[in-house]
């Protein structure tokens, strides 16, 4: 149920997404040099996460193990408090979707499979925020790796340059 480690070829953090840097990158580092928070893990060639993708890293009994930096914003938790909680407490199937993340997806990713699987996901604490995952192999040690595409995500705060454009659009703001 292991992926061979010549097919995991490409160098990722779990936590800030980038390559392992510099000339040493090629020595076996477990912690990134980059941002000293995340593990480096490694990919599928052409599947690795890009460095502003949210992530998440899911073991085989379907429990968090990884939360990306930009995963967190997302989500709106930190790392340690989102780490070894099963996914079921954060993440669900948006309504009339019969088809959420499960045990034999992942454990398909998990033994090698070459496809990217697919799946669409919402928060459990606000449904407002769905994504679509790809979930693909990643290692060692053997686990998922889900990257997250948002679909929908609530509004956030605009930024001020922002209100004043729409506050002059709207006639509230004399230019």
Same mark, same amino acid.
Do not use: K
């Given at each position: 149920?292991?992926?061979?480690?010549?097919?995991?070829?490409?160098?990722?953090?779990?936590?800030?997404?980038?390559?392992?840097?510099?000339?040493?990158?090629?020595?076996?580092?477990?912690?990134?040099?980059?941002?000293?928070?995340?593990?480096?893990?490694?990919?599928?060639?052409?599947?690795?996460?890009?460095?502003?993708?949210?992530?998440?890293?899911?073991?085989?009994?379907?429990?968090?193990?990884?939360?990306?930096?930009?995963?967190?914003?997302?989500?709106?938790?930190?790392?340690?408090a989102a780490v070894?909680?099963?996914?079921?407490?954060?993440?669900?199937?948006p309504p009339f =979707? @019969?088809?959420?993340?499960?045990?034999?997806?992942?454990?398909? !990713? $998990?033994?090698?499979?070459? #496809? &990217?699987?697919?799946?669409?996901?919402?928060?459990?604490?606000?449904?407002?925020?769905?994504?679509?995952?790809?979930?693909?192999?990643?290692?060692?040690?053997?686990?998922?790796?889900?990257?997250?595409?948002?679909?929908?995500?609530? =509004? @956030?705060?605009?930024?001020?340059?922002?209100?004043?454009?729409? !506050? $002059?659009?709207?006639?509230? #703001? &004399?230019?």
């Amino acid at each position: 149920m292991h992926a061979p480690r010549a097919d995991l070829s490409q160098a990722f953090c779990s936590y800030c997404g980038y390559p392992p840097m510099g000339r040493r990158r090629s020595l076996t580092r477990r912690v990134c040099m980059r941002c000293h928070m995340g593990t480096v893990l490694r990919a599928p060639p052409g599947f690795q996460p890009r460095s502003h993708e949210p992530l998440l890293i899911v073991d085989l009994h379907l429990r968090l193990q990884a939360v990306s930096r930009h995963a967190e914003g997302m989500l709106m938790v930190d790392e340690p408090a989102a780490v070894d909680v099963p996914l079921e407490e954060s993440w669900c199937a948006p309504p009339f =979707r @019969t088809n959420s993340i499960s045990p034999t997806m992942v454990g398909r !990713a $998990v033994g090698g499979s070459r #496809l &990217a699987t697919r799946v669409q996901l919402r928060t459990v604490d606000d449904p407002g925020i769905e994504v679509v995952a790809r979930v693909l192999r990643c290692g060692p040690p053997p686990a998922a790796l889900l990257i997250l595409t948002p679909l929908r995500t609530p =509004r @956030t705060r605009r930024s001020e340059r922002a209100q004043r454009r729409a !506050a $002059v659009a709207d006639g509230s #703001l &004399a230019a």
